[in-house]
């Protein structure tokens, strides 16, 4: 069984696959506290489901693309027969994490989609490093910034470990109302940073706060 917050249609606003209609589905339970959370009911609210049940509510949208989001997905055992029956049905299956948990599990064909942590979080000591090394080409990378000790951090981890050269893109958001896109623009510009600056689209399309979009 799993703890499911919500699984609704809607435009993805993040990734390389921004743009594109996808389904959500959305697990319960986190145990990280990121100073700019902005979906922190899922930390709680949530009703149980089958894995079956789960699939289902996913085909009756008819929609080839899937992320499996949180909360953090990754503490549900259950998630991980949901995200492999989900490839082997054929879907584009991505995986929203926070970086802090293994990744040794998550089935071949996911495409993985890793929050690395920045300072301001709060919660950059619970970065699970090794799972740098568990990229793939098809991975992608997320840097949250919030101020220029941030975007330093992020630069200085892109660089350490290659990650421009080793996974399909690394994203660089700046966080919303904190930091201007004009000035993480600017300071990525001035470095040639090889990352690509990341706006959240569903938060222009619909207010933020917005539930189920």
């Given at each position: 069984m799993l703890t499911i917050n919500e699984?609704?249609?809607?435009?993805?606003g993040e990734s390389t696959f921004a743009g594109r209609p996808c389904v959500f589905v959305r697990l319960t339970g986190c145990d990280l506290r990121c100073a700019w959370c902005d979906?922190?009911?899922?930390?709680?609210e949530g009703t149980k489901r089958s894995v079956d049940e789960v699939i289902a509510a996913v085909e009756s949208y008819q929609c080839p693309l899937v992320e499996i989001t949180g909360g953090e997905p990754l503490l549900q055992d259950d998630v991980y027969p949901l995200m492999a029956a989900l490839v082997k049905s054929g879907k584009t299956v991505l995986l929203e994490t926070g970086g802090h948990v293994g990744?040794?599990?998550v089935p071949?064909?996911?495409?993985?989609?890793?929050?690395v942590k920045c300072p301001s979080s709060g919660e950059s000591a619970r970065n699970h490093w090794p799972n740098l090394d568990r990229l793939t080409p098809s991975d992608?990378?997320?840097?949250v910034v919030r101020d220029r000790?941030?975007?330093d951090f992020a630069r200085e981890i892109l660089a350490r470990h290659s990650l421009d050269r080793r996974v399909a893109s690394v994203l660089v958001s700046p966080v919303q109302d904190a930091l201007a896109p004009r000035t993480l623009a600017e300071?990525?510009?001035?470095?040639?940073?090889?990352?690509?600056?990341q706006l959240q689209v569903h938060k222009y399309i619909w207010e933020p706060g917005t539930r189920g979009v």
């Open positions: 699984i609704f249609h809607s435009i993805q979906t922190a009911y899922a930390f709680t990744l040794d599990r071949v064909g996911v495409i993985k989609i890793v929050d992608e990378v997320k840097f000790a941030d975007y300071w990525m510009l001035a470095d040639r940073l090889p990352a690509r600056l």
